[in-house]
């Protein structure tokens, strides 16, 4: 089962923030979140696993509610360079690392 | 250190052409992927090797069959190309007792 993400995009101003959440039906042991640029691929930024150790970008901050299966991912004092597609991946078990990814949410920061 | 290396980057192939999508790693990594990105979606698995020597079918594996050539080579083939294959497709590693995968710069396939 895909995880679901919310908001399919948002657009903001340079030092604004946005928050991008992402559920899953499904009982998770880690949630990845990645950001791709149009034509380019994606590149990590962020895991959480289950037990609270996180893992990632200096910058973005995230948070994984066990329990209800549900990822956020913060992003705070927006850059130009912050825009592009945000996914998020899941994992239901460590030892294949097959992960599901959300639809996408793609997130415009502008001047 | 090139990382996750794709090729060829660019195909155009008729429908019922086959071809062979080739992906390289020189990190070392024990775990390789294959992905589809189409359009407005997100990235699907194909099939993983998650070790030299064993390979297994991810979300959408039909119509594709892969190669463990070595601990660096996996390769992603179509026998019998159909338009419903166009995409773009990623080759990712990931390191044995780590959670992170790194992507390659991906091959964009139309399929006429």
């Known amino acids: 089962q895909q995880p679901v993400q919310s908001p399919q995009a948002v657009i903001l101003r340079e030092g604004e923030d946005a928050v991008i959440n992402c559920s899953s039906s499904?009982?998770?042991?880690?949630v990845h979140w990645y950001r791709q640029k149009h034509g380019e691929a994606p590149v990590f930024l962020m895991i959480?696993?289950?037990?609270?150790e996180q893992k990632g970008h200096e910058k973005i901050s995230a948070s994984f509610n066990e329990k209800k299966q549900q990822s956020s991912l913060y992003l705070t004092a927006s850059q130009l360079s912050y825009s592009g597609t945000y996914f998020c991946?899941?994992?239901?078990?460590?030892?294949?690392?097959?992960?599901?990814f959300g639809q996408g949410t793609t997130l415009q920061v502008k001047p | 250190n090139a990382g996750v290396t794709q090729t060829p980057k660019f195909q155009v192939l008729k429908t019922g052409q086959s071809m062979t999508l080739q992906c390289a790693q020189d990190?070392?990594?024990?775990?390789m992927y294959w992905y589809r990105q189409d359009p407005g979606m997100g990235l699907r698995l194909i099939y993983y090797?998650?070790?030299?020597?064993?390979?297994d079918k991810g979300e959408v594996p039909n119509g594709y069959n892969v190669s463990r050539l070595n601990k660096r080579e996996f390769s992603l083939r179509l026998e019998s190309a159909a338009p419903s294959q166009t995409s773009v497709y990623f080759c990712?590693?990931?390191?044995?007792?780590?959670?992170?995968?790194?992507f390659g710069p991906g091959t964009r396939l139309l399929v006429l």
């Open positions: 990190m070392n990594h024990n775990s």
């Open positions: 990712a590693s990931r390191a044995r007792g780590q959670e992170t995968q790194y």
């Open positions: 499904k009982a998770l042991y880690s």
């Open positions: 090797s998650a070790s030299e020597g064993t390979t």
């Open positions: 959480l696993l289950k037990g609270g």
């Open positions: 991946g899941t994992a239901g078990s460590s030892n294949t690392g097959k992960l599901i």
